[in-house]
């Protein structure tokens, strides 16, 4: 099964931007379905980003036009760019890869990286 390492957390001033990385092991990356979660401490987890193994990307209303997920499956990488970064951003982000193959349902979550928007 894929695993999944991520990077590109850290802190930002209100109105910055970060890109967050989250890297697989394998070349059936490709294969994925990618969907980016926050949580936050208090606050429930939320899906914020889905992109499919072709390339169809959702997001969340509270990130529409701020946050855009892409991939580069020659890199076997999923990226999620965070613009116009709020305070209320502020959580811990996860990536985390889908797949059915043969009836099997395949989910693998990344370890998580921090995003701290300060005021």
């Known amino acids: 099964q894929v695993r999944l390492v991520q990077s590109g957390g850290g802190l930002v001033q209100s109105g910055g931007s970060l890109r967050l990385s989250c890297a697989a092991s394998?070349?059936?990356?490709?294969?994925?379905?990618m969907k980016w979660y926050r949580h936050a401490p208090g606050k429930e987890r939320e899906l914020v980003a889905g992109?499919?193994?072709?390339?169809?990307?959702d997001y969340a209303e509270s990130v529409k036009g701020r946050f855009t997920a892409s991939r580069d499956n020659a890199k076997s990488t999923v990226y999620l760019q965070l613009n116009s970064l709020r305070p209320e951003d502020t959580a811990v982000y996860y990536c985390?890869?889908?797949?059915?193959?043969?009836?099997?349902?395949?989910?693998?979550w990344g370890q998580g990286t921090q995003v701290t928007v300060s005021s």
């Open positions: 992109i499919t193994s072709g390339g169809t990307t």
């Open positions: 985390r890869g889908q797949r059915t193959v043969a009836g099997n349902r395949l989910d693998v």
């Open positions: 394998e070349i059936t990356f490709s294969a994925y379905d």
